[in-house]
């Protein structure tokens, strides 16, 4: 993940709860220490995150329509879901991630 898609990303998932996400909320949802975090997330919004950050990033992601559900994730396309029903379970997925993220920045 590069830092222009970390910006984008915190813009997506502003949009996806509704409410804009500060450098700050992103810290919070890093896990990252309140009292340097939002240098952190400043910092990787020009270097981009890598590890396990630039992973937990990837998964929170799929809170936004922007980002495809990972394959690893994708439990709608088999073959025991009715392909009518797949819609309406990515969607409840989605409101689920976004709970999520809700959670995390309190």
Not at 25 to 36: I, N, R, S, V
Not at 49 to 68: F, K, N, Q
Request: some cysteine.
């Amino acid at each position: 993940m590069t830092g222009a898609e970390l910006k984008k990303l915190r813009q997506h998932l502003g949009e996806a709860i509704g409410q804009p996400l500060s450098v700050a909320d992103m810290a919070k949802l890093c896990g990252l220490p309140a009292a340097d975090g939002a240098d952190t997330i400043r910092k990787w919004e020009v270097t981009g995150p890598t590890g396990p950050v630039a992973e937990l990033l990837r998964i929170l992601a799929m809170a936004s329509d922007h980002y495809p559900i990972l394959e690893m994730f994708n439990v709608f396309d088999r073959h025991d879901v009715p392909v009518k029903e797949r819609p309406a379970r990515r969607q409840a997925f989605r409101e689920q991630m976004r709970g999520d993220v809700r959670r995390r920045i309190g």
